[in-house]
C-alpha cells in the first residue's frame, strides 16, 4: 500500500476536506453579510457600518443555527459537503458555537491544517457527491438560501423608498421626470416606478412627487 492511498484512508475528515469546507465557510460568511445588506434595505433603515455588522451577524446567526438542524448550507452543498456528528446533523446548539469559533478557524486552519474547534465539538464534515439521492434531500436548505440571496441582490439593486423620492427631487430626477436624457436611464425609471408603487399604496409624499413628475403621473393614468 502506498503511503499516498495509507494517509488518504486514514487522514481525518477535516483534514481531508479542509479546503473545500474553507471555502464553504467563507462564502457562507459573506452570503450573510450579503443577505443583511439586503435586508437593511428591505426595511429601508439607515446601512451604518454598525447596522451592517449587526444585520449580517444576525444573519449568520440563523444561517448556523440551520446549518446546524439539517447539515447544510448553500456553498457546503455546491462543494458536496455535510456537516455531521455521529452520522447525523449536528444540531443547534452546536451550529450556534460554530458560528462563534467559525471566523477565528478560518484564519488560523490555513496554517495548522487542522480544523480544531470543529474536532472540539465532534463535528465533520461527510462527503456527499452532487445529485446523489441523500445531496437532494438538501436542496430544501440550499435553495431557501439561494432565494434569499437571490432577493437580497434585488432589494441591493432597486432603489429604496427614500433614494427613488429623493432622486426625483433632484436635477437629475427632473430631467428623468420632463423627459430629458437622464445620466442613468435605469436609475430614472426604477425610482419612477418605487415612487409610484408608494404613491398607490397612499403614501403622501410620493404621491405630491408623482403629481409634479409629468413622467410618472403620466405612467398612473394608464
Not at 444561517?63 to 448550507?73: D, I, N, P, R, V
Not at 452520522?87 to 446548539?93: D, E, K, W
Not at 403622501?204 to 403629481?211: N, P, R, Y
Amino acid at each position: 500500500m502506498s503511503d499516498a492511498l495509507f494517509s488518504s484512508e486514514f487522514e481525518p475528515a477535516d483534514t481531508r476536506y479542509l479546503w473545500r469546507l474553507w471555502f464553504a465557510d467563507l462564502l457562507d460568511l459573506a452570503t450573510s453579510a450579503l443577505l443583511g445588506w439586503g435586508a437593511l434595505r428591505a426595511l429601508d433603515v439607515d446601512r451604518t457600518p454598525r447596522a451592517l455588522v449587526v444585520a449580517g451577524a444576525v444573519t449568520w446567526l440563523l444561517m448556523s443555527l440551520a446549518g446546524g438542524l439539517s447539515g447544510w448550507t448553500l456553498w457546503r452543498g455546491v462543494v458536496g459537503l455535510r456537516l455531521v456528528t455521529d452520522g447525523s446533523a449536528p444540531g443547534p446548539g452546536r451550529g450556534l458555537l460554530r458560528a462563534l469559533l467559525v471566523p477565528v478557524d478560518l484564519v488560523i486552519s490555513p496554517f495548522l491544517q487542522r480544523r480544531y474547534f470543529d474536532r472540539f465539538q465532534k463535528v465533520q464534515p461527510e462527503a456527499v457527491p452532487p445529485f446523489t439521492k441523500k445531496w437532494q434531500r438538501g436542496l430544501g436548505w440550499q435553495g431557501f438560501w439561494l432565494v434569499m440571496a437571490f432577493a437580497s441582490v434585488w432589494f441591493i439593486v432597486m432603489p429604496t423608498k427614500r433614494e427613488a423620492l429623493g432622486y426625483l427631487k433632484k436635477l437629475d430626477g427632473w430631467r428623468c421626470c420632463n423627459a430629458k436624457t437622464p445620466p442613468s436611464p435605469f436609475k430614472c425609471s426604477t425610482s419612477v416606478s418605487r415612487a409610484l408603487s408608494e404613491a398607490e399604496d397612499g403614501d403622501a409624499q410620493a404621491q405630491a412627487i408623482v403629481k409634479d413628475c409629468p413622467r410618472a403621473a403620466a405612467e398612473m393614468g394608464r
